[in-house]
């Protein structure tokens, strides 16, 4: 043992230490960068700016209005029905549905006072509220707001995930391919990012009459600016 020691202090520290050290300062700096990241907000617009900034990550929230969402409530009845169906959903209608659904209980405001900051909603890190529909092309967007729990402590954030959908054995899932949380692009990281979009969907507050619906379906695609769900 003193011969290492006198050896350590002649040369200094092996080749093996020294990657050691710059693996786990690697991963001190990524761990750091990430959490900054989701801290940072997302700049809500409602369209792109001609020359946007590279360092800030733009959320264009869908469409709502009232006139184009007035059928949203017969679909509704034909999915939990479990039937063979075709129907198409414009990204209003998904916002007329979203709006009907449970959302966790908003952050305290700065200079609150603890008795009167609202509890924390839920039981787990993740507390994502209604989601935000928006129809791109082919792809749909998913967005919201989520409270991040972490022992009582808790921050609202902005997720956002961009993808389209997947058919694994007999369900049909949302396959994310682009994943923000705040600012932070999880889909960077694959690892992370899917169980992360299974995780936040899950966690949305949807009834079980809709989730019994949903895994009925044979087939879900966007086509023409609509949501197309197909059972047969």
């Given at each position: 043992?003193?011969?290492?020691?006198?050896e350590?202090?002649?040369?200094?520290p092996?080749?093996?230490?020294?990657a050691?050290g710059?693996?786990?300062?690697?991963i001190?700096?990524?761990?750091?960068?990430?959490?900054?990241?989701?801290?940072k907000?997302?700049?809500?617009v409602?369209?792109?700016?001609?020359?946007?900034?590279?360092?800030?990550?733009?959320?264009?929230?869908?469409?709502?209005?009232?006139?184009?969402?007035r059928?949203?409530?017969?679909?509704q009845?034909?999915i939990?029905a479990?039937?063979?169906?075709?129907?198409?959903?414009?990204?209003?209608?998904?916002?007329?549905?979203?709006?009907?659904?449970?959302?966790?209980?908003?952050?305290?405001k700065?200079?609150?006072?603890p008795e009167d900051?609202?509890?924390?909603?839920?039981?787990?890190?993740?507390?994502p509220?209604?989601p935000?529909?928006?129809?791109?092309?082919?792809?749909?967007?998913?967005?919201?707001?989520?409270?991040?729990?972490?022992?009582?402590l808790?921050?609202?954030?902005?997720?956002?995930a961009?993808?389209t959908?997947?058919?694994?054995?007999?369900?049909?899932?949302f396959?994310?391919?682009m994943?923000?949380?705040?600012?932070?692009?999880?889909?960077l990281?694959?690892?992370?990012?899917g169980?992360?979009?299974?995780h936040l969907?899950?966690?949305?507050?949807?009834?079980?009459?809709?989730?019994?619906?949903?895994?009925?379906?044979?087939?879900?695609t966007?086509?023409g600016?609509?949501?197309?769900?197909?059972?047969?």
């Amino acid at each position: 043992m003193a011969d290492k020691n006198i050896e350590k202090a002649l040369y200094g520290p092996s080749m093996t230490e020294v990657a050691l050290g710059a693996v786990l300062g690697l991963i001190a700096g990524v761990l750091v960068a990430c959490v900054y990241l989701v801290f940072k907000p997302v700049a809500q617009v409602k369209e792109m700016p001609k020359e946007p900034l590279r360092s800030v990550v733009y959320f264009i929230p869908g469409n709502e209005s009232t006139a184009k969402s007035r059928g949203w409530q017969a679909k509704q009845k034909q999915i939990i029905a479990g039937k063979a169906l075709s129907l198409s959903l414009v990204e209003d209608e998904l916002n007329a549905w979203a709006n009907t659904l449970a959302s966790p209980t908003p952050a305290p405001k700065p200079g609150a006072k603890p008795e009167d900051a609202p509890k924390p909603a839920g039981d787990g890190i993740f507390n994502p509220g209604k989601p935000n529909f928006r129809i791109m092309g082919d792809k749909l967007q998913i967005a919201g707001k989520c409270l991040l729990n972490w022992y009582g402590l808790t921050h609202e954030v902005t997720y956002l995930a961009t993808g389209t959908f997947t058919k694994s054995g007999d369900s049909v899932g949302f396959s994310a391919e682009m994943v923000y949380l705040g600012s932070c692009p999880f889909h960077l990281l694959p690892a992370v990012s899917g169980p992360l979009v299974s995780h936040l969907i899950a966690r949305v507050k949807v009834s079980d009459e809709i989730r019994a619906g949903w895994a009925k379906l044979d087939s879900v695609t966007i086509e023409g600016g609509a949501l197309k769900l197909v059972a047969q």
